[in-house]
């Protein structure tokens, strides 16, 4: 199994990226895909999650309303659109896949990306 993540990159308070993520190696429809973020000296924290077969979603509260998180099943690629970009978001953005539904937990996940630096600056 292959996560591949782009899209990072350094960005204005304000401004907006779209982060993407394919998969590859095996079937991902009973599974759920989502978007960690780490800065420098904290813990993976929660940022969205995605079930891959019905497609419902869920957000961390600091990022409802700004982020949308999406898939293209036919691509096997997950999107997060991050809009109105703050400081207290830079971060190294990771993809991962569940088995659990809609698992916020970054223990609960099987398989990761290499993660992706996504830096807001004010």
């Known amino acids: 199994v292959q996560l591949v993540e782009s899209g990072g990159g350094l960005v204005q308070a304000g401004g907006s990226l779209r982060l993407s993520c394919t998969a590859s190696?095996?079937?991902?429809?009973?599974?759920?895909m989502g978007w960690f973020h780490q800065a420098p000296g904290k813990e993976r924290d929660f940022v969205a999650t995605?079930?891959?077969?019905?497609?419902?979603?869920d957000y961390a509260d600091s990022v409802k309303g700004r982020f949308t998180i999406s898939r293209d099943n036919a691509e096997n690629t997950m999107y997060l659109q991050m809009n109105s970009l703050k400081p207290g978001d830079t971060a190294v953005y990771y993809c991962?896949?569940?088995?659990?539904?809609?698992?916020?937990?970054?223990?609960?996940?099987?398989?990761w990306g290499q993660g992706t630096q996504v830096t807001v600056s004010s």
């Open positions: 991962a896949v569940s088995r659990y539904y809609m698992s916020r937990s970054p223990n609960d996940c099987d398989y």
């Open positions: 190696g095996r079937s991902f429809s009973s599974y759920t």
């Open positions: 995605i079930s891959w077969s019905d497609g419902s979603t």
